[in-house]
């Protein structure tokens, strides 16, 4: 074992607490070496070495993707795993029927004996990082312990990470403890554990995405949302993103949509041909820090600084501005290659697979060959779209938050709540389809508030209170929408375009908070008229327009009574205003 008190001169205001913890951590896991991260390129470029010496990495076409690699997850660590991911609160009632609980002397003693001496032969790296502007008065620091260089490239690229982060770390003195092992990846051997008392996290057995990055699902959410509760603000499952109009007039947005349910897309999406002047800016494509501002208006950073972005369904014609910025820099995981050595998944528009995502020569009879939730990692300043605002300390003021779900049925392209309480029913109604982004069954509707099912770290009938309380300190609030743009047909065809073609909808989302666009009002909410959305050069049936612009009363009666079941799962710590709010929608749907 060595000793961490050899930290490197270079970073040597190094607090003390910082040290102290980074000492016991070694004392119980045993690495044969400690790593201070101090997020530089010369780093960077040593690890990535490193991990293509061993063969964990893979260098890609360096013609045509330069400076790109392929990583390969184990098989069996390819996902979330909600079901064992635990919130470790002491009194059960207060993390909620929405997650899994264990008391904290048990997690600590479960995950303590799993820790015990696994970095052996290992190297420990400390992963010091920043989420948010590393100047914003709303950022936060954590520390991630890690023996995964391949998590430490991530998190050099997702968060600000190495030695300005230490420092800000030995200034303000509290930061987020987050320890990480892959140990054995046995699935067996697999817990994510939240103490958001003791601002901690403990990971063990998987070295995947929001499982292993610890500064993004478990910090950025989980923990943020603890905190955010008793300080006043939210952290929320949400892109961000800026829009120009043709009248050079800007307008942010945030919307919540669950995994692998289209925030990447929308975030830096390219407005249709049909279109002109309009600008799109993104902030940030997966989680937003909202603050109510001295003027009334809800402000938004991301805390990110970079994407973790899924693979399927990016090309020329979805997703433009992602296709482009992952021609560089970039770090794939799962995703297939094709036999000139380029990445490779299904909906990337051109060329073929040869090599699955497990390795193996493709065969279709063995499923896709990338992985349905293979990612990407980059940087944001890699994106064309990229918006100068998202390193602003303040952030971004936001004129509409725009929950979504994926709903074959039911749900409307586009409605808008009637004010703020109303609005926290919609977002508490969200209901999605399961994706791949989690592990178990994909295309299951379930509720997903707010997108938050898998990510807030207290009970959601306190969090729905706490949503009611901040729009109390809104002299300004948002707009609340909900989108849909999953819908389909019998035959499982989308009846929306989507993508770029979002941007209709969000123009009418825009001239709503303005006051300036039409709208029928309907027992959920207020809908555009056909007429009232601009379809110019748009290739859409006006009878299917028209069905995805109604509201069926006997559908939505028993969704509301659904809704009511799943309020009553909260008890007493339901709030009684969201009651009454499902009471009015009840009387409105007669
Ligand atoms: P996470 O990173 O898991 O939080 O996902 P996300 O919400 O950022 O989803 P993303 O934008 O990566 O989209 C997920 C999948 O949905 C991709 O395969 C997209 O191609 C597809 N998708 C995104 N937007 C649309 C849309 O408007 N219509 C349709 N039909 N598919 C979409
Ligand atoms: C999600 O699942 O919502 C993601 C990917 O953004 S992960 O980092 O794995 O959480
Ligand atoms: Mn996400």
Known sequence: MVSASSVPSALASVSAEVTAWVNSVAQHTLPSQIHWCDGSEAEMAALRAQL????DLQALNPETFPDCFLARSH????????????ICTPHQVDAGPNNNWMAPADAHA????????????????VVPYCMGPIDSPYSRCGVEITDSAYVVLNMGIMTRMGRAALERIGREGSFVRGLHSTGELDPNRRFIMHFPEELSIKSFGSGYGGNALLGKKCHALRIASYQARTEGWLAEHMLIVGLKNPQGETHYIACAFPSACGKTNLAMLIPPDTMPGWEVFTVGDDIAWLHPGPDGRLWAINPESGYFGVAPGTGPKTNRNAYDMIRKDTLFTNVALTDNNEPWWEGIGSGEPAID????PFDKANG?????????TVSAVHNPSYATEAESPRGVPISALVFGGRRRELAPLVYQARDWAHGVLVGASVASE???????AVGVVRRD????????????GDYWQHWLSVGSKLSKPPGIFHVNWFRQDAGGKFLWPG????LRVISWILDRCAGKAAAQETPIGYLPNPSDLDTSGLHIDPAVLAEILSVKPEAWRSEAAAMGEYLDEFGERAPAALRQQLQALQQRLG
């Open 52 to 55: 293509l010496e061993q063969g």
């Open 75 to 86: 098989p069996s660590d390819v996902a979330r795993v909600e079901h064992l991911t635990f």
């Open 110 to 125: 479960q995950m303590d004996a799993l820790f015990a001496g696994c970095m052996q032969g290992r190297t420990l790296y």
């Open 357 to 360: 995502w497990l390795g193996r």
């Open 368 to 376: 896709p060959s990338a992985h349905p939730n293979s990612r990407f």
């Open 434 to 440: 399961t994706t791949a982004a989690a592990t178990g």
């Open 449 to 460: 508030p707010m997108a938050m099912k898998p990510f807030c770290g207290y009970n959601f």
């Open 499 to 502: 993508f770029g073609d979002n």
